[in-house]
């Protein structure tokens, strides 16, 4: 079964002279950034989707790893959304949509 991601996410967009694209979304929760994933066009990870997660700046301890590298986008919001949540827990905080156990 796929993974149904639990968060809202949006084409990336940098500035008004980069379209998006379906190969580059952010995650969000509420206001701010969960990560990042986007399909790698080049090099030894050509066809690669590369993710990398974050969390609110007020964290203050980060956890590793905090990107890599996975076969379908869906396996990369899948990475980007645990890592969030287990970054989260370790700050003693949660996700909005973080329903599992500690």
């Keep these: 079964m796929a993974y149904i991601p639990l968060y ?3 084409r990336t967009q940098i500035d008004e002279n980069d379209p998006p694209t379906d190969f580059d979304w952010l995650g969000v929760d509420r206001d701010y950034y969960i990560g990042r994933v986007r399909k790698e066009f080049g090099g030894p990870m050509n066809g690669k989707w590369q993710w990398s997660g974050q969390g609110p700046i ?3 301890q980060r956890i590793l790893p905090q990107h890599g590298y996975c076969d379908t986008a869906r396996q ?14 370790h700050n003693g905080l949660r996700g ?7």
Aim: zero cysteines; a positive charge; aromatic letters at 12%.
């Design 76 to 89: 990369a919001v899948e990475k980007v959304e645990d890592y969030y949540h287990r970054l989260m827990r």
């Design 58 to 60: 007020r964290i203050r």
């Design 96 to 102: 909005t949509r973080d329903a599992g156990d500690t």
């Design 8 to 10: 809202d996410w949006r």
